[in-house]
């Protein structure tokens, strides 16, 4: 069983930042590229970024290019999300996902695993 488990979401105020984790445990699995995507209530889910485990390539969203930073440590098998300059819009549940094939890394079905999504909350 593959496991994703996200953690570091909270209530923030609007300009300040977060810091989010996913980390991979459960049997052995092969990573072509990780990502976050998030969803607030009554909207669809929305591509956030994505990083290349071999080589370091990170893609972002339109909305979050130039504030959110994300990186990975392939010896602890995890991802890192700075948020930084949040907005109230950025206030949705934050999923972690796993991709082993390269491809359109903004398409939820290119991924074959998910986390169970962390809450963030950014008041005005």
């Known amino acids: 069983q593959v496991q994703l488990v996200e953690s570091g979401g909270g209530l923030v105020q609007a300009g300040g930042s977060l810091r989010l984790s996913c980390a991979a445990s459960?049997?052995?699995?092969?990573?072509?590229?990780r990502g976050w995507f998030r969803q607030a209530p009554g909207k669809e889910r929305e591509f956030v970024a994505a990083i290349k485990w071999s080589g370091d390539n990170a893609y972002y969203g339109d909305s979050v290019k130039g504030r959110f930073t994300l990186s990975r440590d392939i010896a602890k098998n995890s991802v890192y999300l700075q948020m930084n300059s949040l907005k109230p819009e950025d206030t949705a549940v934050y999923y972690c996902?796993?991709?082993?094939?390269?491809?359109?890394?903004?398409?939820?079905?290119?991924?074959?695993?998910w986390g169970q999504g962390t809450q963030v909350t950014v008041s005005s």
């Open positions: 996902a796993s991709t082993r094939s390269p491809g359109d890394y903004s398409r939820e079905r290119l991924y074959d695993y």
């Open positions: 459960g049997r052995a699995f092969s990573t072509y590229a």
